[in-house]
């Protein structure tokens, strides 16, 4: 059976699934002030967190509409639809993508979708999306495709440290005394994903520190390493990205370790110098 994989643009796939006609990304808005900015081929990093770093207001996200998964769902025919999105108490894009695949079906639409809430972002749907690929080329039926990632995504672990909190700041998601004192003492808290929504692992005095904590975290947490992939997702960082992959490997037996650059939505969360590891 041909199949098809959609994800939205906070899944940083690498630019050879990009351009695999198996895959499709459906891009978010970035918001700068005045400016919009779409999540696609055309973003531009490097002049998005000059803007970002910029502006006095919080820069933020708005999700696809329904039409623009619709418009992914009409396009092959005699295909299985797996869509990836971000987590649902992240962002919209997954009520967005489960709305346009009841009105895909509601308009006679033939081909079987499945909406995955990755409850996780970035590094996390990267992974997801890989699962599912390998689960279609071993030959399992859409329904067992479904059951295997829908048991994968419940055991998968996303962790985070980013450099600067300023962009948490901006958007009134932290204090500014509380950004004041933690950018002061160069601390780096350690975060992961809680079933879908953010909380604190932990916290260090500077980057190494933390990393090397964070490290610790995904290596008491991960069963069976030595049989899974590990995905690192870097804002404009790839020394820190190979780095941290060499210490991964030094500390835990682990399958594969894939490096991904993000794109529009992860660099606005993640920022500059940030890392996302997902396994």
Do not use: W
């Amino acid at each position: 059976m041909a199949y098809k994989i959609v994800v939205d643009s906070c899944c940083d796939l690498p630019e050879e699934y990009r351009k695999d006609e198996h895959f499709a990304v459906v891009p978010l808005t970035l918001v700068v002030d005045d400016d919009e900015i779409i999540d696609d081929e055309t973003f531009d990093q490097l002049d998005f967190l000059r803007r970002v770093k910029e502006s006095k207001n919080g820069a933020h996200s708005a999700c696809p509409s329904p039409q623009r998964y619709i418009d992914e769902f009409e396009n092959v025919t005699d295909t299985d639809i797996y869509v990836v999105t971000l987590s649902s108490k992240l962002s919209g894009s997954y009520n967005a993508a489960v709305l346009a695949g009841e009105m895909y079906k509601e308009d006679g639409g033939t081909n079987k979708v499945h909406v995955f809430d990755s409850r996780s972002a970035a590094a996390g749907e990267v992974l997801i999306a890989f699962m599912i690929e390998r689960a279609v080329k071993e030959g399992l039926s859409f329904e067992e495709v479904v059951e295997r990632i829908e048991k994968f995504r419940a055991g998968m672990g996303t962790y985070f440290v980013l450099e600067t909190l300023e962009v948490l700041r901006k958007n009134g998601r932290l204090s500014n005394l509380k950004a004041a004192l933690v950018s002061a003492l160069n601390i780096k808290p350690i975060m992961a994903g809680d079933d879908g929504s953010i909380v604190k692992l932990g916290q260090s005095r500077g980057m190494d520190k933390a990393l090397a904590h964070m490290i610790d975290y995904i290596k008491a947490d991960t069963v069976d390493s030595a049989n899974k992939t590990l995905v690192i997702a870097h804002c404009n960082a790839p020394a820190r990205a190979l780095k941290l992959k060499e210490l991964i490997e030094k500390a835990m037996e682990i399958k594969e370790v894939v490096i991904v650059d993000t794109a529009g939505v992860s660099s606005l969360y993640a920022y500059d110098g940030g890392i996302v590891v997902s396994v």
